[in-house]
């Protein structure tokens, strides 16, 4: 049994990890939304929903009309093979605000139109991006090492834009706060801390 997970509880959660992992190891009653599939042993292959794509390679006037390869795209695989998006329901009813963390996810391009949904508000992002008024309060993205920390840094450029990303990270009360993931569990009993404040 792992330990980085052992003894703390999320509301939900929301993978792009193909397996039940997270529920056999730490939480079998967790409510999990499977973003890119999720595997099972007793469908075939055509019953598999799967995800395995690429990020979209064309300009913006070119990918609505140009739709030579859009089997082969994240966004469209997930439609075809009706993965969650249950998510998405969570996020227009809530009330209150929700705090997201990422745990070993890249923070790629080719999932930005599920993260700009799981990520704060800035007034540099423009609302057409988003699924309505963001309740994402503050965002932890975890890294391994500083090779994947860069790499992290670099992707949400290409989602957010760098100025999105300024002032999300770099503001006086930053909304998303990159953690090494040897920190994870003192950040976030901070963050705990911080709410019942």
């Not at 990918?63 to 093979?81: H, L, M, P, S, T």
Request: glycine fraction near 4%; charged fraction near 25%.
């Amino acid at each position: 049994k792992g330990e980085i997970f052992d003894g703390v509880k999320f509301d939900r959660l929301i993978t792009f990890n193909y397996t039940n992992t997270y529920r056999n190891v730490y939480d079998s009653e967790i409510c999990v939304d499977f973003i890119h599939g999720n595997v099972k042993v007793e469908r075939n292959m055509a019953e598999s929903n799967v995800v395995l794509g690429i990020e979209e390679f064309l300009s913006e006037d070119q990918k609505n009309k140009d739709i030579e390869f859009i089997n082969y795209k994240k966004y469209y695989q997930r439609i075809v093979k009706h993965c969650d998006f249950s998510y998405r329901e969570m996020l227009e009813k809530q009330d209150d605000a929700i705090t997201t963390w990422f745990f070993g996810h890249s923070i790629g391009s080719s999932d930005k139109d599920i993260l700009i949904n799981l990520l704060p508000h800035s007034d540099f992002i423009y609302q057409a991006n988003r699924i309505s008024e963001s309740h994402i309060q503050k965002s932890y993205i975890c890294y391994y090492d500083k090779q994947a920390l860069e790499q992290q840094v670099a992707n949400l450029v290409q989602i957010l834009g760098q100025d999105a990303l300024n002032d999300l990270v770099c503001g006086a009360n930053p909304k998303i706060k990159f953690v090494h993931q040897k920190d994870f569990r003192k950040e976030l009993m901070l963050s705990i801390g911080s709410k019942k404040n």
